[in-house]
């Protein structure tokens, strides 16, 4: 059960970053961290979902990799949002606060992983 919630707490995570790229201002600064958050956010999801069904140990772990690489990355674009003065803090907080805990969830499965 704790898959199928991951699952579905990363798709909707990526959901709400689609959101945040639809309100970003048109500015060429703005569309460019946006697209890159954007990409970067979605992949979560999708390389999760690769790495629930890993033919092994080994795939796992790379796949959990992937994903934790592109939190760490989409963290990046978000504080560069904020930093930028593209988008202010409150906007943000609650995204950055929810990539923070997923890569704390990520980060301890690989660790019982590796055991």
């Not at 697209?35 to 790379?62: C, H, I, M, P, W």
């Not at 978000?78 to 943000?92: A, D, F, G, R, Y």
């Not at 990539?99 to 019982?112: C, M």
Request: net charge neutral; glycine share 4%; aromatic share 8%.
């Amino acid at each position: 059960m704790a898959e199928y919630d991951l699952r579905q707490r990363t798709k909707t995570f990526a959901l709400r970053i689609i959101r945040l790229y639809t309100a970003l201002p048109k500015s060429e600064e703005a569309q460019v961290i946006g697209k890159q958050v954007l990409r970067s956010a979605t992949s979560v999801g999708s390389n999760y979902r690769e790495a629930y069904r890993a033919r092994s140990d080994a795939e796992f772990l790379s796949k959990m990799g992937d994903c934790l690489k592109e939190l760490d990355e989409t963290a990046f674009w978000l504080e560069l949002l904020v930093e930028s003065n593209i988008m202010s803090p409150n906007q943000i907080t609650s995204l950055l606060d929810e990539t923070d805990q997923l890569i704390s969830i990520f980060t301890t499965i690989v660790k019982k992983k590796k055991g």
